[in-house]
């Protein structure tokens, strides 16, 4: 392997490992792959297997490192990195975690290096853990959607839609190169309300949930009930204190209700999914984000 370095023997990893991958970054909105990822840490101990050199990865002046000065004292960098960890649940088969801050630079090689790792240790299945920014409402259940290389797998979980190009991360560049590579991928992804800054603990649940699921690994799910309930309450507020925001919400709900309405009736008429939403008619997600910051800025926590 060019760039990975191994801190552990792989005999280390027990037969039928799963790649699992979970990056921050431009596909990690509300920090649902991340969080769900260290949701599985909770769960199971890691052991860290092993790291990429970060140097060969970053663009420190994109990506700066912190630093501490206490009293004109500089402490140490704290230097992004991209590590690669052992999960052992007590059911299901062993987790090979890769995560970390989205790299920059090297994702080919990156790409190559896992490719091997899984060659050389029998893995033969991924699975990549990320949100995306959608016109979902926050009054809705978040919506899942796939991509793997398994037909099967797609009709089962995922949400099929057009062809659309899309400017590609990390995370999804890995996933098509494993899949070249011959293992059995699945991507799952979450959107979530395109108006919403910080975290969004609803996708780190469904993200799990679905994982469970797919792999058969139990994960307690019940840890996310009250961040979920609070950050509920809290976006109500926000929207019942904007008629504007109020009146956008309500917009996406009813966009929301009527595609879920033809899913159901797939094999009715146009005439009974409702009027459409135009691109004009959904709501910027810049203005929606900058009036609920607006409306929370002016509450206590």
Known sequence: MELLTLDQPL???????????AFDGWTDAGEGGTAAADTL?????????????????YDYRDRRPSL????????????????????????GPTLILVGGP????SWRTIASDLAELAQ?????????????PGPIPHTRPVQLICTSSDVEVLERIGRPHEEVVVPASCQVALEATLRDAGLETLGLWVRIPHYVAGEYPDAARALLEQLSAYLGTPV???EFDDDIAQNRARLDVAAQGSDEVREHVEQLEQMY?????????????????GPDMTE??????????????????GRPD
Do not use: N
């Not at 005999?11 to 991958?21: C, N, S, Y």
């Open 280 to 297: 004009e008619q959904i709501p910027s997600s810049d203005d929606l984000a900058a009036e609920i910051e607006r409306f929370l800025q």
């Open 41 to 57: 840490r909770e769960a199971f101990p890691p052991m860290r297997l092993g790291a990429f050199p970060s140097d060969a990865l």
């Open 120 to 132: 050389r240790t029998g893995i033969d299945r991924y699975v990549g853990l990320g949100s995306v």
């Open 257 to 273: 209700d009527a595609e879920a309405e033809a899913e159901r009736l797939a094999t009715a008429s146009d005439s009974t999914r």
């Open 68 to 91: 501490s000065i206490d009293k004109g004292l500089l402490g140490s960098p704290d230097w992004p990195e991209t590590t690669v960890e052992v999960l052992s649940p007590p059911s």
């Open 11 to 21: 005999d280390e990893i027990g037969p039928d490992a799963v790649l699992v991958v």
């Open 220 to 222: 307690d799910l019940t």
């Open 102 to 105: 989205e790299p920059d630079l």
